[in-house]
C-alpha cells in the first residue's frame, strides 16, 4: 500500500536533515524551482489535492486564487495552519514531531507557487515539543541554505480552538481576539495584514512534494477522481491500536479500524465518529463507507481532518452529545448569538438529562434548535452546534429515549 | 509585585520586532509574561499597551479571550487535564477526580500554597494517549493514579 507522509517513519531520525535528504527530501522543492511556477500550478491542479484540514477546498484552486504581483503589488504571505484541536485528530503533531522538513519542504513549495517571501507556521501553544522541532529543523534548513529568499516564521497560539479556522487563525496572528472574519474577501484576496495570503493545513503541505516529485497524474490515481492521493487518519477511542494511519482516499472505514487493531477488550462496536467531534456520527451499519470527501458526504457526514473515534457498545450517546455540545460551548468565540446561546442551551439541555431531568419536551426543543443555528452563523464551528446531537439522536433513538423520558402529570 | 526587569522588558521588544507588523508579537508576548507572572496583571496589560501603542482594553480583550492567559495567578505547577471526548472515554473524569483528592483542591482552584493549580481543558491533540495531561508546558499522556502520584513528587 503507497504512503507518502509516513513512509519513512520507522526511520529513527528522520527529523534531522541528514536523514530526511538521504531519504530524496528537499528534491521535490529543487524540481519545482526548476519546473517553474506555471508547470507546477499544472501539476497540482491535476493532482486533485484537496485541503486536508476538514474543508476539502482544492488546494491548487486557492493557489490560484492569489492575484499575481502585477494586479497587487506588494507582500503576500503563506501560513501552515498547525493549530489542530479538533478533539479525535493528532495527525499534524505527529506529521511535525516526526518529519518536520516534510513540511518545511512543502511551506517552501506553496510560496513559491504564489511568489510569497515570507511563511509562517502557526502552532497550537500546546504542541510545545513540537514548536521545538521545527526551530531546530528551520535553523538546519536555513543553514543548509535550502530556504533562499524566503523567511519562514514561527508563531504560537494560546488554548484556543477556534484560532484553528483561517480567518480566526489570521486574526490571532494580527494580536486580536480570535473572531472568524465574514467573507468576503477570501484570505487569498485579503488575509494577513489586508494581504494575499494563503493558509494550508500541515497535512495538505506535506503533500505538495510529493506531487511535484511523482506528478499530478500519478498522485491522483491513488486515491479517488476526486479526492486525490492519501490521507491520514488519526484513530482513537475504544480500538487496540490507536495512533495515525495513512491509507489511499476512498479505503472503506472498516479497513481503518482493522489496521487500528479493531475494537478493543472483545466488545462489539456501537458507532464510529469519521472525522473529529464536529462530523456527525455512523453506525456500525456504515463500515463500507469510502473515506474520501465524497463517501461520508453520502452518510450526511464528513471525512473532516480525519479523526477516527471509535466508540464500542458501552458508550452512552447522550454522554458523547453532551461532552461534544459542551466542547462547542466551551470553544465558540461567542460573536454569532445563535453559536453562542445554542451551544450553550444544548450543553445545558444534555447535562440535565444525564443528571435524570431530561424530558421529552426537551428532545423536541434540541431537534428544533439546529434551525436557527446552522446557517446563520459566520463560521464552521457555529455551524455545527448541534447537527452531531441531532445525528446522535436520529441514529441512537434508544438512548435518548431513556435519558428523555415523557413525563406524566 | 510583578513589575517587569530590564531584561524582560528586552524580550517583550523583541517579540515587537519579530514579524511584518509589531502588533503580530502580541500572542507571544502575552505568553511570555504568563509565564513571568503565571498571569497577566494590570501592569503587565499598561505596558504592553504602551509597547505596542494601542489602548489598553485592546490588550486586555486578547489577555481575556485565550484561555492560556489567567488574570490571577495559577499554581506554580499548572496541571490542567484534557476532557475531550476521545480522553473522557479513557476515563479522565476520574484521573481528574483523583488529581482533586491528591491535591486537596477542586478543578479550577489553586493550592493554598501556590504550588499547584488544577484545570480541565480541551483537547490537547493527544487522544491517542488518553487521559492527557499537560503540565506546564509538558504534554502527558496515558494518566494512571500511579502515574499521577509520581508527578506531583516530582514537581516541587
Request: hydrophobic letters at 40%; aromatic letters at 6%.
Given at each position: 500500500?503507497?504512503?507518502?507522509?509516513?513512509?519513512?517513519?520507522?526511520?529513527?531520525?528522520?527529523?534531522?536533515?541528514?536523514?530526511?535528504?538521504?531519504?530524496?527530501?528537499?528534491?521535490?522543492?529543487?524540481?519545482?524551482?526548476?519546473?517553474?511556477?506555471?508547470?507546477?500550478?499544472?501539476?497540482?491542479?491535476?493532482?486533485?489535492?484537496?485541503?486536508?484540514?476538514?474543508?476539502?477546498?482544492?488546494?491548487?484552486?486557492?493557489?490560484?486564487?492569489?492575484?499575481?504581483?502585477?494586479?497587487?503589488?506588494?507582500?503576500?504571505?503563506?501560513?501552515?495552519?498547525?493549530?489542530?484541536?479538533?478533539?479525535?485528530?493528532?495527525?499534524?503533531?505527529?506529521?511535525?514531531?516526526?518529519?518536520?522538513?516534510?513540511?518545511?519542504?512543502?511551506?517552501?513549495?506553496?510560496?513559491?507557487?504564489?511568489?510569497?517571501?515570507?511563511?509562517?507556521?502557526?502552532?497550537?501553544?500546546?504542541?510545545?515539543?513540537?514548536?521545538?522541532?521545527?526551530?531546530k529543523a528551520l535553523d538546519e534548513a536555513r543553514a543548509a541554505g535550502l530556504i533562499g529568499a524566503c523567511s519562514i516564521d514561527l508563531m504560537r497560539g494560546a488554548g484556543a480552538y477556534i484560532s484553528g479556522l483561517d480567518t480566526a487563525l489570521l486574526e490571532t496572528m494580527e494580536g486580536k481576539k480570535a473572531w472568524p472574519r465574514q467573507p468576503p474577501p477570501f484570505p487569498t484576496a485579503a488575509g494577513l495584514m489586508g494581504r494575499p495570503t494563503v493558509v494550508n493545513n500541515v497535512e495538505t503541505l506535506c503533500m505538495a512534494p510529493h506531487i511535484v516529485l511523482h506528478g499530478g497524474d500519478w498522485f491522483v490515481k491513488l486515491g479517488t477522481p476526486k479526492s486525490g492521493g492519501t490521507v491520514l487518519f488519526s484513530v482513537s477511542g475504544h480500538v487496540a491500536d490507536p495512533g495515525v494511519y495513512e491509507f489511499p482516499m476512498g479505503t472503506p472505514l472498516k479497513d481503518i479500524l482493522t489496521a487500528a487493531g479493531g475494537v478493543r477488550g472483545g466488545k462489539k462496536l456501537k458507532a464510529v465518529i469519521p472525522g473529529g467531534v464536529s462530523t456527525p456520527v455512523m453506525t456500525s451499519d456504515e463500515l463500507d463507507t469510502p473515506m474520501?470527501?465524497?463517501?461520508?458526504?453520502?452518510?450526511?457526514?464528513?471525512?473532516?481532518?480525519?479523526?477516527?473515534?471509535?466508540?464500542?457498545?458501552?458508550?452512552?450517546?447522550?454522554?458523547?452529545?453532551?461532552?461534544?455540545?459542551?466542547?462547542?460551548?466551551?470553544?465558540?468565540?461567542?460573536?454569532?448569538?445563535?453559536?453562542?446561546?445554542?451551544?450553550?442551551?444544548?450543553?445545558?439541555?444534555?447535562?440535565?438529562?444525564?443528571?435524570?431531568?431530561?424530558?421529552?419536551?426537551?428532545?423536541?426543543?434540541?431537534?428544533?434548535?439546529?434551525?436557527?443555528?446552522?446557517?446563520?452563523?459566520?463560521?464552521?464551528?457555529?455551524?455545527?452546534?448541534?447537527?452531531v446531537t441531532r445525528a446522535l439522536m436520529k441514529k441512537f433513538p434508544e438512548d435518548f429515549k431513556s435519558r428523555f423520558p415523557e413525563r406524566r402529570g | 509585585m510583578s513589575a517587569l526587569t530590564l531584561e524582560q522588558e528586552k524580550v517583550l521588544k523583541a517579540w515587537a520586532a519579530r514579524y511584518p507588523a509589531p502588533i503580530m508579537g502580541l500572542v507571544e508576548a502575552l505568553r511570555q509574561v504568563q509565564r513571568w507572572h503565571r498571569c497577566v496583571t494590570d501592569e503587565d496589560e499598561e505596558y504592553l499597551a504602551r509597547l505596542f501603542d494601542v489602548p489598553r482594553v485592546r490588550i486586555h480583550e486578547v489577555a481575556t479571550f485565550f484561555p492560556s492567559f489567567t488574570q490571577k495567578p495559577t499554581g506554580r505547577h499548572r496541571i490542567g487535564i484534557c476532557r475531550g471526548l476521545s480522553c473522557s472515554l479513557a476515563g479522565s473524569q476520574s484521573m481528574c477526580s483523583c488529581?482533586?483528592?491528591?491535591?486537596?483542591?477542586?478543578?479550577?482552584?489553586?493550592?493554598?500554597?501556590?504550588?499547584?493549580?488544577?484545570?480541565?481543558?480541551?483537547?490537547?491533540?493527544?487522544?491517542?494517549?488518553?487521559?492527557?495531561?499537560?503540565?506546564?508546558?509538558?504534554?502527558?499522556?496515558?494518566?494512571t493514579e500511579e502515574s499521577i502520584s509520581h508527578l506531583l513528587e516530582e514537581l516541587e
Open positions: 500500500m503507497t504512503k507518502l507522509l509516513t513512509a519513512h517513519f520507522d526511520e529513527p531520525k528522520l527529523h534531522e536533515l541528514e536523514t530526511y535528504r538521504r531519504l530524496g527530501g528537499y528534491e521535490g522543492l529543487k524540481k519545482a524551482l526548476a519546473m517553474g511556477r506555471e508547470a507546477l500550478m499544472a501539476e497540482m491542479g491535476k493532482s486533485n489535492l484537496r485541503g486536508l484540514g476538514g474543508a476539502g477546498f482544492g488546494a491548487a484552486m486557492k493557489w490560484s486564487t492569489v492575484p499575481p504581483e502585477s494586479k497587487n503589488p506588494g507582500p503576500r504571505y503563506v501560513v501552515a495552519n498547525c493549530d489542530e484541536s479538533e478533539p479525535g485528530c493528532f495527525k499534524d503533531r505527529v506529521l511535525v514531531t516526526r518529519n518536520p522538513h516534510q513540511l518545511i519542504e512543502g511551506l517552501l513549495i506553496a510560496a513559491f507557487a504564489i511568489d510569497a517571501y515570507r511563511a509562517f507556521i502557526f502552532i497550537r501553544g500546546e504542541y510545545e515539543v513540537q514548536y521545538k522541532i521545527l526551530e474520501d470527501f465524497e463517501g461520508p458526504r453520502a452518510k450526511g457526514t464528513f471525512l473532516g481532518a480525519g479523526g477516527v473515534i471509535v466508540l464500542d457498545e458501552t458508550v452512552d450517546m447522550v454522554m458523547v452529545a453532551h461532552n461534544i455540545e459542551r466542547f462547542l460551548s466551551h470553544e465558540s468565540c461567542g460573536q454569532c448569538t445563535p453559536c453562542r446561546q445554542g451551544s450553550f442551551w444544548h450543553e445545558r439541555i444534555l447535562e440535565r438529562a444525564l443528571s435524570g431531568g431530561g424530558t421529552a419536551e426537551d428532545l423536541v426543543a434540541l431537534e428544533r434548535a439546529g434551525e436557527n443555528i446552522t446557517g446563520q452563523v459566520i463560521c464552521a464551528l457555529g455551524d455545527t452546534v448541534g447537527v | 488529581l482533586e483528592k491528591k491535591l486537596g483542591i477542586k478543578e479550577g482552584a489553586s493550592t493554598p500554597d501556590g504550588r499547584f493549580s488544577l484545570e480541565t481543558m480541551e483537547c490537547l491533540g493527544a487522544c491517542e494517549q488518553g487521559p492527557a495531561l499537560m503540565v506546564n508546558d509538558e504534554l502527558k499522556g496515558a494518566a
